[in-house]
């Protein structure tokens, strides 16, 4: 058996166990949340093992007051009613660490009823980043260190990646299991059974859709991960409407494998589009989707600019989640299209990180230009600008703007 691979999720995991009666550890199928969550508790149910789930589905109440905790209940959503069963017990009983539930579906988060509402405290979990799979999980948060105007202080050290480099980490992904544990042919044949089974069996099982026509949409939103495409654009190209998109977006995102960010709207920019930019979570199911390899996308050079992108959001997630500033993600982009920005990061107090990813060694102050123009119209509020490249070196392009090696998210040199 492999060795633990520290996940950059411990230490808020901890942190909220010490502080809070109940997590909910909620990410994609596979990512490593049963794995990650089990080095929290004392006892563990897996309730999507029919025999375990047994005695909580006729009596859970009864089955949590025998269980000496910290307690898992792995995958909680095989047993709707344990829920209220976690509700009643942090009720009569608040003290910190006693339940920790882990789901692969977002079920009734968003619901007003929902009852973990004030008792359950949410952490997001994701595949291994690149930061994890190096082992400096423990390391300074990248995300912290650029938004406090110390981002040459993560440049990378030793050999630096080049862009088939990056490619190839990008289709290998970060699913445990495929990433770790198989070599590449193994690998391709698992990432095509998981995504035949999320859009079969787990797809359906959350809502009795169509898997073939499921399946040609997530090919679709593959092919234009990170791009900004028209919702009708989408629609044609899956021969599908409008209601049955946004429903498959839902379904997506409630699995975990589809992150829509939106568009960014602020009354100091105006003409700014409102089309949400949509990205697969993991870019290994890029290639799985579409059938391709590191060949095939090297000679595409707009499918490697949106796999490449892909990749970057993917690094950028887990750091997001457990940044100090909380940031929440969009995209800008003007509607004549003369500017636009990959990913801004919206931080506390109104301030704002941007973000461009550029496939190239050698970045240019004008591969900046948006980046500036930004700056130039948020003033205050722009606290820096980073455009990662896939060169080795770390270098300022303007002010308040970086050039960082992709690397840099993961460089020994950022290790605490």
Known sequence: MSSYIQRIVDEELAEGMREHPAILLVGPRAAGKTTTARRHVANVVRLDRPAEAAAFEADPDA???????????????????????????????????????????????????????????????????????????????????????????????????????????????????????????????????????????????????????????????????????????????ANIDKKTADAYDRLLSDLFVLDVVPAWLTNRLARLIKTPKRYIADPSLVGAALRTDLDAVLRDGDLLGRILDTFVAAQLRPELAVSAARPRLFHLREKNGRHEVDLLAELGGDRVLAIEVKATAAPKRSDASHLEWMRDHLGQRFVAGVVFHTGPSAFTLAEQITALPIAALWSVGNAA
């Open 63 to 237: 089955a949590l007051a025998r269980l000496e905790g910290p307690i898992l209940l792995d995958e909680w959503q095989a047993v709707p009613g344990v829920l209220a069963a976690v509700k009643r017990a942090v009720d009569d009983d608040r003290s910190p660490g006693r339940f920790l539930l882990t789901g692969s579906v977002r079920a009734d988060l968003e619901a007003e009823t929902w009852p973990g509402t004030g008792r359950l405290v949410r952490v997001s979990m994701y595949t291994l980043s690149q930061r994890e799979l190096t082992g400096v999980a423990a390391g300074l948060n990248p995300v912290d260190v650029i938004a406090a105007g110390e981002a040459l202080s993560l440049a990378v050290s030793g050999p630096s990646p080049v862009l088939p480099d990056y490619i190839e980490m990008a289709l290998r992904g970060g699913f445990p299991e495929a990433v770790i544990e198989l070599g590449e042919h193994g690998r391709t044949r698992w990432l095509t059974s998981y995504l035949e089974q999320l859009l079969t069996r787990d797809a359906i099982g959350v809502s009795g859709r169509d898997p073939a026509r499921l399946a040609r949409y997530f090919e679709v939103l593959a092919l234009n991960s990170a791009g900004i495409v028209s919702n009708a654009t989408l629609y044609g190209a």
